[in-house]
């Protein structure tokens, strides 16, 4: 693809102030993990292949169903008629959108004997998950190895999102212990709207940009409502001083 054509695609991303040319290099030299392309994952990875992400890699299980076509972009009624398998179609449409992205599907089910294969030579991690043990190891992985993690997840009407920023701050100091996975709502319980999935794909991929362009977040425990319209946000202290801990048995021990 021409430079001509790279510079009319990102030509609004030249203007902003907290991008410009050098930035959006940045973003073309960057690659992304993004496990599970759900609804969070999927909207997550569709914003930064629009946004210029130079590599991706698509990490799931599952393939597409009709349950998944009230929320899930991209997918469509064909896809859920013949199961195909999430990643690899995925991949499909996002490189119709922009061929110049190299793209790694993988079907498979992350777990901590696979995790750093999968994972391995990702500038960061991308959450699109619901499974909660999946979202530990990741998260212990990407502490560990110094690489940064953006948690995200939505159910019913309400969004969530946290950045991992590595050591001094992950997703043990909000909530210490794995919560038990048949104490947590999901969306087949209880039900979801589109928008919770967009706002948190959207945030996510957001933090994703300013990570890898260096204008690290502070790391904040945000919550969106949709349907009420209402957002809280948790600094990473407000959150320990919630459980009572005064050392994360991770991240502050490295």
């Not at 990643?87 to 922009?98: C, Y």
């Not at 909660?132 to 159910?155: F, L, M, Q, S």
């Not at 999901?186 to 919770?196: F, K, S």
């Amino acid at each position: 693809m021409s430079d001509k054509i790279l510079d009319e695609i990102f030509s609004r991303h030249y203007l902003l102030p907290e991008l410009g040319r050098e930035k959006q290099a940045m973003l073309l030299r960057s690659h992304v993990a993004i496990v599970g392309v759900g609804a969070v994952g999927g909207r997550t990875a569709e914003i930064l292949v629009r946004a210029g992400i130079g590599t991706l890699t698509l990490i799931d299980s599952d393939i597409v169903e009709f349950s998944n076509l009230q929320r899930q972009t991209l997918y469509t009624w064909g896809d859920a008629e013949k199961s195909t398998e999430k990643p690899e179609t995925f991949r499909r449409r996002l490189n119709e959108i922009m061929p110049t992205c190299r793209i790694f599907p993988k079907y498979a089910r992350l777990t901590e004997e696979n995790v750093g294969e999968l994972l391995k030579g990702a500038d960061i991690v991308a959450d699109g998950t619901d499974n909660i043990k999946t979202r530990y190891i990741v998260n212990d992985w990407c502490v560990r190895n110094g690489v940064p993690y953006v948690y995200a997840g939505a159910v019913g009407t309400r969004a969530s999102i946290f950045p991992v920023l590595g050591r001094h701050g992950c997703l043990r100091c909000v909530l210490p212990v794995p919560p038990d996975p048949s104490a947590l709502p999901t969306a087949g319980e209880v039900g979801i709207i589109a928008a919770a999935p967009a706002v948190a794909g959207a945030r996510s991929s957001t933090l994703v940009l300013r990570i890898l362009t260096g204008d690290i977040p502070e790391p904040r425990w945000e919550t969106y409502d949709m349907w009420h319209g209402t957002h809280s946000s948790m600094s990473l202290d407000m959150l320990k001083k919630h459980h009572g801990m005064k050392k994360c048995e991770l991240c502050d021990s490295l």
